[in-house]
Each structure stands twice: as structure tokens, then as C-alpha cells.
């Protein structure tokens, strides 16, 4: 378990790495209004990576480390991905159709592209991790930021940064994502042997006896995590998106630690949890939460002593008083990264539906105070709405795992407890 975790860690310390020397290059070159597009398109992409999560990914997570047989069902979730781009690239090229939706800065194709080859990624992240191999994760990884850096090395040296538009970056994630998952690709096939429609369904209908209410969870948690980005960027503009997003740069990599952790610890905990093995299930959550609440106040702490520096030298004029929305967002982190280590373990024991509800309060009073800060016109004091959806999903989570599951899952497929 540890080395795993250690692997892990290694590989989204080195995503987290990329993730933010680029946007701090973006930040630094690109004005507030280019940032801000590029955050909502980025921003959009972790929208649908958790439909993904909800339908594809977790179920692969759960279900397979508790089975004995679980290649008819890898075989499903394989599919069932592939028909999920399929949908998400017709339904991103109708919205791109639809009058206000669309941008100037990239083509409509590239968009689709982007996420498309973004999910194809994640999905084989996931499926990898979930089956605790690591090393071809960690080496998929390595060549996606390689391939990007040499890209991006070849366009500073011929245009700069500042003259680098929306739409070569856009094309130099593409190729580089795409070239780093060659060998997975390759394995995949196996998986995809003939499946009629009607096997399809009969063999995913027991997983979206579960997945569906994961599905109402990610919703909620989107509208209560990412909705002001669509809300502000309706009422304030892309400029203070990227104001807003600008403050949350030293966070967003951070997540991907979360990432990382429970990577590793919901097939654990789902094998845990299948063995009945309680003791050492509590104990596992208990050490997670711990280490995230520690890391995040040491974290918080170096941030506000080393501030005055990182302000004069990485901010512009155009991102005064962005140290307003910096410490908002700090509590916002500490807050998530304490509520998924707890929803990993719920998710582990299969019991998505009172997880479920948990987002769906925090939505709700997320949803409630967004709409005053912009009734207001607040634009600076928005993320106060996600500090308040998180507070009240926590307390609910927290909830949960007083009152565990009253039966483990093993072969089963529900478990609503």
C-alpha cells in the first residue's frame, strides 16, 4: 500500500507540477481575458471528467477489486466508455452551434478534440490505478509532459509566450496527451471483444443501480465547486474569471494530491471493506484525513509567509488584490481534500445514494449564496459560496461515516445502507 501511494504521489506531484508552471506561464503572459476563456474550457473538462467519474471510472474503482471474475465487467465499463466520448463529442459540437456558447479564440473541432482526448486520458488513469498498476500511469505521465514541454519549447523559441494563442495550446495538449497513451491503448484492445447492444445494457444495468446516484452526487458537487465559474463569467465577464482563477493557482494542483491518494485507497478500501475488515478500513480513513488537514495548514502557512514575494513577482497590475481571493480559496481546499477523503470511503462501500445527498445540501446552500453575492455584484466574494456548499457537504460526510454500512459489499452491487 505505501509504495503504491508513494508511486502515486509521484506522478501527481509531477501532473501538479506541470499543471502549475503552466498556469503561472499563462498567468504571467496571457491577459486576464484569455486566462479566464482557458480556465472555462479547463474548467469544463473536470465537468465532464465527473460524469465520467460517476459512470465509468468509480463503478471500475469499486466493483472490480471486489470481484472474483470481474473481466465481463471490464469489458462493459470498456464500452460503455467509448460510448460515452462518443456523446460527449456530438453534444460539445451541438453546444458550440448554439448563438452566445461559442468563442473566438479556438475552433469548435479543437474544443470537441480537447475533451475528448482529455477523457480518453483520465479514464485510462483510472482504470490503471484501479487495478494498482502504477508504473504505466506514472510513465504515460512522464512522456505527456515531455512531449508538451519540447512543444512548448519549440513555440516560445519561434513566437513567445505572449503570442501564443488559445488554439495552439489547445493542439499541443491534444498530441501530446494522445502520443503518451499509446501503450495503453494498445492494451485496451483486448477488452473490446463484440458486445450486442442488448448484452451491453443487461450488463451495466447493475452498475447504474448505483451509478446513477454517484451521477446525481457529481452534479451537485459540480454546481457547488465549479458553477460560479459559469455564473461569474455570465455576470462579470471573463476577466474576472480569470481574476478569480488567477487566486486559485497555487490550489488547483493541490487536488491532484487528493487525486493520488484515493487513486489508491478506494480499490483499497473497497477490498477492505469486501473482507470485513473494519478496523483496519476506519483506520485508513482516519490517517488520510489527518495527513490532508496537516498538509493543507503547513501548506496555508508557507503561502502566507512567502506572500509579499509571490505577489510582486508573479502578479501583474491587471491581479490587485488577489490575495483576497488566495485565502479563500485555501479554506476551500482544506475543506475538499477533508470531504473526498471521506466520500472515497463511502464510495468504497458502495452507498452512493446518502452520498448523494450529502452534495445535494451543499449544492443547495452553494447555490443560495452565489445567487446573493451576484445579486450584490460581489464578483471577488464568490468563492465565500463554495467556502459554504463545502462546510455543509463536510458536516454531512462527516455524518456518514459515523454510521457505516450494515453489511460489506462483496460480489453484490447495491448497498444503500
Same mark, same amino acid.
Given at each position: 500500500?505505501?509504495?503504491?501511494?508513494?508511486?502515486?504521489?509521484?506522478?501527481? +506531484?509531477?501532473?501538479?507540477?506541470?499543471?502549475?508552471?503552466?498556469?503561472?506561464?499563462?498567468?504571467?503572459?496571457?491577459?486576464?481575458?484569455?486566462?479566464?476563456?482557458?480556465?472555462?474550457?479547463?474548467?469544463?473538462?473536470?465537468?465532464?471528467?465527473?460524469?465520467? %467519474?460517476?459512470?465509468?471510472?468509480?463503478?471500475?474503482?469499486?466493483? =472490480?477489486?471486489?470481484?472474483?471474475?470481474?473481466?465481463?465487467?471490464?469489458?462493459?465499463?470498456?464500452?460503455?466508455?467509448?460510448?460515452?466520448?462518443?456523446?460527449?463529442?456530438?453534444?460539445?459540437?451541438?453546444?458550440?452551434?448554439?448563438?452566445?456558447?461559442?468563442?473566438?479564440?479556438?475552433?469548435?473541432? !479543437?474544443?470537441?478534440?480537447?475533451?475528448?482526448?482529455?477523457?480518453?486520458?483520465?479514464?485510462?488513469?483510472?482504470?490503471?490505478?484501479?487495478?494498482?498498476?502504477?508504473?504505466?500511469?506514472?510513465?504515460?505521465?512522464?512522456?505527456?509532459?515531455?512531449?508538451?514541454?519540447?512543444?512548448?519549447?519549440?513555440?516560445?523559441?519561434?513566437?513567445?509566450? &505572449?503570442?501564443?494563442?488559445?488554439?495552439?495550446?489547445?493542439?499541443?495538449?491534444?498530441?501530446?496527451?494522445? !502520443?503518451?497513451?499509446?501503450?495503453?491503448?494498445?492494451?485496451?484492445?483486448?477488452?473490446?471483444?463484440?458486445?450486442?447492444?442488448?448484452?451491453?445494457?443487461?450488463?451495466?444495468?447493475?452498475?447504474? @443501480?448505483?451509478?446513477?446516484?454517484?451521477?446525481?452526487?457529481?452534479?451537485?458537487?459540480?454546481?457547488? %465547486?465549479?458553477?460560479? =465559474?459559469?455564473?461569474?463569467?455570465?455576470?462579470?465577464?471573463?476577466?474576472?474569471?480569470?481574476?478569480?482563477?488567477?487566486?486559485?493557482?497555487?490550489?488547483?494542483?493541490? %487536488?491532484?494530491?487528493?487525486?493520488?491518494?484515493?487513486?489508491?485507497?478506494?480499490?483499497?478500501? &473497497?477490498?477492505?471493506?469486501?473482507?470485513?475488515?473494519?478496523?483496519?478500513?476506519?483506520?485508513?480513513?482516519?490517517?488520510?484525513?489527518?495527513?490532508?488537514?496537516?498538509?493543507?495548514?503547513?501548506?496555508?502557512?508557507?503561502?502566507?509567509?512567502?506572500?509579499? !514575494?509571490?505577489?510582486?513577482?508573479?502578479? $501583474?497590475?491587471?491581479?490587485?488584490?488577489?490575495?483576497?481571493?488566495?485565502? @479563500?480559496?485555501?479554506?476551500?481546499?482544506?475543506?475538499?481534500? *477533508?470531504?473526498?477523503?471521506? $466520500?472515497?470511503?463511502?464510495? &468504497?462501500?458502495?452507498?452512493?445514494?446518502? *452520498?448523494?445527498?450529502?452534495?445535494?445540501? +451543499?449544492?443547495?446552500?452553494?447555490?443560495?449564496?452565489?445567487?446573493? =453575492?451576484?445579486?450584490?455584484?460581489?464578483?471577488?466574494?464568490?468563492?465565500?459560496?463554495?467556502?459554504? +456548499?463545502?462546510?455543509?457537504?463536510?458536516?454531512?460526510?462527516?455524518?456518514?461515516?459515523?454510521?457505516? &454500512?450494515?453489511?460489506?459489499?462483496? @460480489?453484490?452491487?447495491?448497498?444503500?445502507?
Amino acid at each position: 500500500m505505501k509504495t503504491k501511494v508513494v508511486v502515486s504521489a509521484i506522478d501527481q +506531484g509531477l501532473l501538479s507540477a506541470f499543471n502549475f508552471g503552466l498556469n503561472l506561464a499563462l498567468i504571467k503572459f496571457w491577459t486576464p481575458a484569455l486566462f479566464g476563456v482557458y480556465s472555462i474550457l479547463f474548467t469544463l473538462s473536470f465537468v465532464f471528467i465527473s460524469f465520467q %467519474n460517476a459512470l465509468i471510472n468509480t463503478p471500475y474503482s469499486v466493483l =472490480i477489486p471486489a470481484r472474483e471474475n470481474p473481466d465481463p465487467l471490464r469489458r462493459t465499463l470498456s464500452w460503455s466508455n467509448i460510448l460515452f466520448l462518443i456523446a460527449l463529442a456530438v453534444l460539445c459540437t451541438l453546444l458550440q452551434m448554439v448563438p452566445g456558447l461559442s468563442q473566438p479564440y479556438a475552433s469548435s473541432a !479543437l474544443v470537441t478534440l480537447f475533451f475528448v482526448i482529455r477523457l480518453l486520458r483520465e479514464y485510462f488513469r483510472c482504470r490503471w490505478s484501479a487495478e494498482l498498476e502504477l508504473m504505466p500511469v506514472l510513465w504515460a505521465d512522464l512522456a505527456f509532459v515531455s512531449l508538451f514541454t519540447l512543444g512548448a519549447g519549440l513555440l516560445w523559441w519561434q513566437l513567445g509566450w &505572449a503570442n501564443v494563442s488559445l488554439d495552439q495550446l489547445l493542439w499541443l495538449l491534444c498530441i501530446s496527451q494522445l !502520443l503518451s497513451l499509446g501503450y495503453m491503448l494498445v492494451k485496451e484492445v483486448p477488452l473490446l471483444q463484440p458486445m450486442n447492444w442488448r448484452q451491453l445494457a443487461s450488463h451495466y444495468a447493475p452498475v447504474w @443501480q448505483q451509478s446513477r446516484w454517484s451521477l446525481v452526487g457529481v452534479t451537485t458537487t459540480e454546481i457547488q %465547486n465549479r458553477g460560479y =465559474i459559469f455564473v461569474v463569467g455570465l455576470l462579470f465577464g471573463s476577466t474576472m474569471v480569470g481574476f478569480i482563477q488567477a487566486g486559485r493557482v497555487f490550489f488547483g494542483p493541490l %487536488n491532484i494530491i487528493t487525486s493520488a491518494w484515493t487513486r489508491v485507497a478506494k480499490p483499497t478500501l &473497497a477490498r477492505l471493506n469486501a473482507e470485513g475488515k473494519q478496523d483496519a478500513f476506519q483506520k485508513l480513513v482516519r490517517q488520510g484525513l489527518i495527513g490532508f488537514l496537516l498538509f493543507n495548514l503547513l501548506f496555508s502557512l508557507a503561502l502566507f509567509l512567502f506572500w509579499p !514575494l509571490l505577489e510582486a513577482h508573479l502578479f $501583474s497590475d491587471d491581479y490587485q488584490n488577489v490575495g483576497w481571493v488566495t485565502m @479563500q480559496w485555501a479554506i476551500v481546499t482544506l475543506l475538499f481534500h *477533508l470531504r473526498a477523503t471521506g $466520500s472515497a470511503a463511502i464510495q &468504497a462501500q458502495n452507498r452512493f445514494k446518502p *452520498l448523494a445527498k450529502a452534495t445535494l445540501w +451543499g449544492a443547495l446552500f452553494a447555490l443560495s449564496s452565489l445567487a446573493l =453575492i451576484g445579486l450584490t455584484g460581489g464578483g471577488a466574494w464568490v468563492v465565500v459560496s463554495v467556502n459554504i +456548499g463545502e462546510a455543509v457537504a463536510f458536516g454531512y460526510v462527516l455524518r456518514l461515516l459515523q454510521r457505516p &454500512a450494515q453489511q460489506p459489499i462483496a @460480489q453484490g452491487v447495491t448497498n444503500d445502507n
